[in-house]
C-alpha cells in the first residue's frame, strides 16, 4: 500500500495519477475524497481533477490531519463511465 507523511499542522495535496492501459482517451467526471481515522471520517471532499494527457489524468485531495502519531487511510473515488474506482492510501502523522 501506498503511504504519505505528514507533520502535524501541515496541509498538503495528494495526488494520485490514473492511466489508461492501452492508452485510450478516457475522462473522470467526478472525484472525491474520505480521510478516515479508522471508521471514523475526519474530512470528506471534492478532489481537483487534471487531465494531463490524453491517456492520464491527476486526482488531488488538500487534506490536513488533526491528531498527531495517527495512522489515516485516505480513499479516492472516481468516475470513469461507467465505471466507478477506488484507490486508498496511507496517512502516518508525525
Known amino acids: 500500500m501506498e503511504y504519505v507523511?505528514?507533520?502535524l499542522g501541515e496541509k498538503?495535496?495528494?495526488t494520485i495519477r490514473v492511466q489508461s492501459c492501452d492508452r485510450r482517451t478516457f475522462e473522470v467526471t467526478q472525484a472525491k475524497y474520505a480521510l478516515k481515522k479508522g471508521m471514523e471520517t475526519e474530512e470528506s471532499g471534492t478532489c481537483e481533477i487534471y487531465q494531463d494527457?490524453?491517456?492520464?489524468?491527476?486526482?488531488?485531495?488538500?487534506?490536513?490531519?488533526?491528531?498527531k502519531n495517527a495512522q489515516?487511510?485516505?480513499?479516492?473515488?472516481?468516475?470513469?463511465?461507467?465505471?466507478?474506482?477506488?484507490?486508498?492510501?496511507?496517512?502516518?502523522v508525525s
Open 72 to 92: 489515516y487511510t485516505l480513499e479516492f473515488t472516481y468516475e470513469i463511465p461507467p465505471e466507478i474506482l477506488k484507490h486508498v492510501i496511507q496517512v502516518c
Open 5 to 7: 507523511r505528514f507533520k
Open 53 to 67: 494527457r490524453e491517456d492520464s489524468v491527476q486526482i488531488s485531495a488538500l487534506i490536513q490531519p488533526q491528531a
Open 12 to 14: 498538503k495535496y495528494v
